[in-house]
């Protein structure tokens, strides 16, 4: 019987690894995080195009990684209510979605780089992420009722857990 769980549980897992998922899932609020979303294959056998990541609204400062021979493109959006940044400076914009555009061949994986100010408070954060290949597309976008149903939705978005700062003894 135990042969019959393992042989199952194997075969589960490439299921959970064919996500978009963050290489570190869990960080500390209020910090920097240097964030990359592993992205495993191709929409079947068709070569990934572009990735397009929204930053979640409590995520005011976004910044993307470049990649040698992929284009970038990043979108804004103002602020309800402009802030003093840590410069002193007045934010008046955020950055609302990243895409990356190049070429990522079906059969090999690739990640994809962020620089993040993360909000103080403790909880998910989902980044709804759109894989367009040469055909098709995988839409990673559905947020689950609950972050322990992540592994359960069908194409969820990937998530990062922000954890309480007292809590990054926890992280690891």
Not at 48 to 60: K, L
Not at 135 to 142: E, L, P, R, T
Not at 155 to 168: E, I, N, Q, S
Request: glycine share 8%; net charge neutral; hydrophobic share 45%.
């Amino acid at each position: 019987m135990r042969i019959i769980i393992s042989l199952l549980a194997l075969a589960a897992a490439p299921a959970a690894s064919a996500h978009i998922v963050f290489a570190e899932p869990v960080a500390q609020a209020g910090s920097y995080y240097a964030g990359f979303l592993r992205v495993g294959h191709g929409c079947g056998d068709s070569p990934t195009r572009a990735i397009r990541v929204e930053i979640p609204e409590s995520v005011i400062s976004a910044r993307p990684q470049p990649k040698p021979g992929w284009t970038l493109a990043i979108e804004h959006r103002p602020l309800k209510t402009p802030i003093k940044g840590e410069s002193g400076a007045l934010i008046t914009q955020r950055v609302s979605a990243i895409t990356w555009t190049g070429d990522l061949p079906a059969d090999q994986f690739d990640q994809f780089g962020m620089m993040l100010k993360l909000p103080g408070d403790a909880g998910p954060l989902y980044f709804r992420t759109v894989q367009r290949c040469a055909s098709g597309s995988n839409d990673w976008v559905d947020i689950p009722a609950a972050p322990a149903a992540w592994h359960g939705t069908a194409m969820p978005a990937p998530m990062l857990m922000v954890r309480a700062a007292g809590a990054a003894h926890e992280m690891h």
